[in-house]
């Protein structure tokens, strides 16, 4: 079973940063695909960027420029670095992961619990 926790998350003032980080575990052997998700409030769950094996989907135009990702294969960790945040990016920030399982069988995908963020104006 894989399971990912995501951190990093809190309140912050309009024009600050803040750096999410998830962390993936389990029995596992690989994973293919890491993202991150999110869910504003009123709206549905949104794509912010994926990292899968040599490509890196680009981020809504609302996001460009000010939101940077990343993935540490060797700690399973991805990050997620957010500035010049303002309170349309207020919501919950969620980790996905795609991969295979270390026992034989079908694959996962998987999503953590997600984290709040909330930029305060």
């Known amino acids: 079973q894989v399971q990912l926790v995501e951190s990093g998350g809190g309140l912050v003032q309009a024009g600050g940063s803040l750096r999410l980080s998830c962390a993936a575990s389990?029995?596992?052997?690989?994973?293919?695909?890491m993202g991150w998700y999110r869910q504003r409030p009123g709206k549905q769950r949104e794509l912010i960027a994926e990292?899968?094996?040599?490509?890196?989907?680009e981020f809504p135009d609302s996001m460009k420029g000010r939101f940077a990702i990343s993935r540490d294969i060797g700690k399973n960790a991805l990050h997620l670095q957010m500035n010049s945040l303002n309170s349309e990016d207020t919501g919950v920030y969620y980790c996905?992961?795609?991969?295979?399982?270390?026992?034989?069988?079908?694959?996962?995908?998987?999503w953590g619990q997600g984290t709040q963020v909330t930029v305060s104006s």
């Open positions: 996905r992961a795609e991969g295979r399982p270390s026992a034989p069988g079908a694959g996962f995908d998987v």
């Open positions: 990292i899968g094996v040599g490509r890196t989907t």
């Open positions: 389990g029995s596992f052997s690989s994973i293919h695909v």
